[in-house]
């Protein structure tokens, strides 16, 4: 391997095949290493050139597909993309306990995204937020010029609120701009509408505006999703009692709230990253909606209905669309949107919900019972005898007995190996 100098000037110029070339020079690629890099998957060069910089190569992750969904009286099935074994099993199996007592019941969703536009170094805060709410009409008018489309369908700016913040720096007023999006997540349009209408405010009071962004915060977009899960099928009154328990633990505990939202989202980003939406924004808004009463909190509630089976509830900020940004340029989000067969950016909220609360379901179902490592390790003992060279053919074999004797390590599967192979010579 040769020294790496990162100080690569024009990197971002060169084209995909020389900047791998550069790689592969560097690092001593091997022919299969290189033949890796060129493999765009479902992607022409071109496509993935522009859509980031610097682009080497295109990264493949397995897609899955949760099943037993009836969501709103309505069967779904759903793509996941993730790289982790069991999730899928544990929404598809949590979803069937759902489906049994009349699946999961999910309420509207707004598609209200704001932009914060932070107004600051203002000299007379009560006149300042006066000449706002007197030029309210014109503020919205300039904000839905700059999509006239969004608009006429229905969609655009409609209202503004306005919150005075107190900071080491003074105090700032903070416009949050309200836009309907309909079917897009929104953020580009919002973005757009508050870099537009800041000139106007600046002229209208004496401060001085720096930031104008969206909040990843979506309050104006929260999906709420219930369901019942039958009592019998989740294991009997001892697991559901074990779920009730493992819930008021992480009501009284961060530490363990946070995992437990983890779990949550497990199914919520794998169907985000299968649409082509981005995760990190529905992942940062979920946590921060989660912390919003001043201690992170699971976004999940659960209680036992007169029958002793367990209702679930989630509510959590969801800005999805199925318009606009990699949604319908990933050939894949493509596809998982046809499967998913939605018409609109609120139902893949309503199915994201529902996927949160089956995929917490079947985790704490599995902490709740057996633990979550027997399902886990089913699965990862494949790639641990891979990992230690077996081949493909005596792969189930060696994974097998990895599980039997609950020792999933790469050490012992070439023991197996080993032992295999003498008793096949
Ligand atoms: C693992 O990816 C997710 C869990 O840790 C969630 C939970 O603990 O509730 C199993």
Redesign the pocket.
Known sequence: MRKINSEISGFYKLSIEERQKILSNYYDLSQDEIKLLQNFGCFKPNQLDSLIENVVGSYHLPMGIACNFKINNKDYLIPMVIE?PS?VAAASNAARFARRQGGFYSEKVKSVMFSQIQITQIKDIESTKNELLNHKNEIIEIANEQDPILNEIGGGAFDFKIRELETRKGKMLILHLLVDVLDAMGANVVNTMAEAVSSYIEGLCSGKIYLRIVSNLATQRIARCKATFNKDLLGGPDVIEGILY?YEFALADPYRAT??N??IM?GIIALTLATGNDTRAIEAGAHAYASLSGTYKPLTNFDIDKDGNLMGEIEIPLALGIIGGMTKIHPMAKLALKILNVKSAEELSQIAAALGLAQ?VG??R??ASEG?QRGHMALHSRNVAKLAGVPDDLIEEVAKKLVEDNRIRVDYAKEILNDLLKKLR
Do not use: F, R, S
């Open positions: 982790e999730v493992a995992t437990h983890k779990g497990n917490n985790a704490l599995a902490l979550i």
